[in-house]
């Protein structure tokens, strides 16, 4: 699971050694992040089995593993243990007594069962910084309850939000609940080196896929909690701004962005409509609010008169934000991939290598492994 070439100046995470019991993909995901900074990354994988979503994404006659593991298990070195054995459990106890970070995404009371809680783990390394993931939160009623990306996005209120007025719920078919978890166990694991660093001691770190989904749902939450309002089914658009959309053109689909009641001026004078920007069911954003359905058929009706390029452009010059609908294919082959240095290469087996995305990061010191 190395990439194809690693940075020969050292990241900031040189030297961290990290033991990641995880699977699928909030945890990998996030020991995959320490391991692109850096850390000495080894994957324990159950032994005979392996990672599940090794399978993922296989069709009949591809070679495994697929896309949905390579994408997390980059920079990773693996090992397959029975942690229920003896020797097993030895063996892992070894790695663990030099090690910096633990990482685990099992139920809560499953390391507890196996003997390997943190205040097991910290007798024998109190330096270790043990971090998990749960489905539902380490405490509470519903906190062994099972638990994946899709039940998260219908439990936190995600579904019911995403889509069209009218439709049935709607999956984000990105991992979004599993990746975002991901994401603060990784800000925690930081946290918890950090403070290491001032004080010598480990520390147990938690987070929780259901938490990070209310983390970014906060805003719906929060105007629920004080004003009692429910959110609606946009599809693309919000009520953080009008227009704020797609919309159609010529030969395809554009999203427009009006934040606030000066942009709008400028986006209607780009669509070549500068009168309706002062007429009082649309000059401030509350009247739009009020009259969205007639503003968006405007705005619908103007931008069928231009293609997707015309349109861009036009709203390019009137300094509102303005991008096609990409399809994953536009997307892939776009400069900007190359631009942003947005990939990198992996060695899956012989001589096949896999492009995957790159840690978005850029540090100057300290680069992201390739």
Avoid at 80 to 95: Q, T, W, Y
Wanted: charged share 20%.
């Amino acid at each position: 699971m190395e990439t194809a070439q690693r940075q020969l100046t050292p990241g900031a995470l040189t030297g961290v050694k990290v033991i990641d019991l995880t699977r699928v993909f909030a945890g990998p995901f996030s020991s995959q992040i320490l391991g692109d900074l850096g850390a000495d990354v080894i994957k324990v994988e159950r032994y005979g089995r392996g990672d599940e979503s090794r399978d993922y994404g296989v069709d009949e006659g591809e070679v495994k593993p697929g896309s949905p593991f390579l994408t997390h298990n980059r920079n990773k070195r693996s090992i397959s243990l029975d942690l229920k054995s003896p020797d097993g459990k030895k063996i892992l106890i070894d790695l663990i007594r030099d090690a910096d970070v633990l990482l685990h995404n099992f139920r809560p009371g499953v390391m507890e069962r196996l003997g390997l809680a943190y205040k097991d783990l910290s007798e024998i390394n109190p330096r270790l910084v043990f971090a998990s993931i749960s489905g539902f939160g380490h405490t509470g009623s519903m906190s062994k309850r099972a638990a994946n990306d899709l039940s998260i996005q219908s439990f936190s209120g995600l579904l019911s939000i995403t889509g069209h007025p009218g439709g049935p719920p709607t999956r984000n078919p990105a991992s979004v609940a599993d990746l975002t978890a991901g994401m603060f166990a990784t800000m925690g694991i930081m946290a918890a080196l950090f403070y290491r660093e001032r004080t010598g001691l480990g520390q147990e770190v938690s987070t929780s896929m259901l938490g990070g989904q209310l983390a970014f749902l906060n805003h719906f939450l929060t105007d629920f909690w004080m004003n009692g309002r429910l959110p609606e089914k946009w599809g693309t658009a919000n009520r953080l701004g009008l227009p704020n959309e797609a919309f159609p053109t010529s030969d395809g689909w554009v999203c427009i962005t009006s934040a606030n009641d000066d942009m709008w001026k400028r986006c209607a004078s780009g669509l070549g409509m500068p009168e309706i920007s002062d007429d009082p069911r649309f000059n401030l954003l509350k009247s739009r609010y009020a009259n969205r359905a007639e503003l968006v058929r405007l705005v619908s009706n103007a931008t069928q008169k231009m293609t997707t390029d015309e349109c861009v452009r036009a709203m390019e010059l009137a300094n509102v934000p303005c991008v096609p609908v990409n399809t994953i294919s536009d997307i892939a082959n776009h400069e900007i991939i190359e631009e942003s240095n947005a990939t990198v290469d992996m060695v899956v087996e012989g001589d096949r290598v896999a492009k995957l995305v790159q840690t978005p990061l850029w540090l100057s010191a300290t680069p992201v492994s390739a």
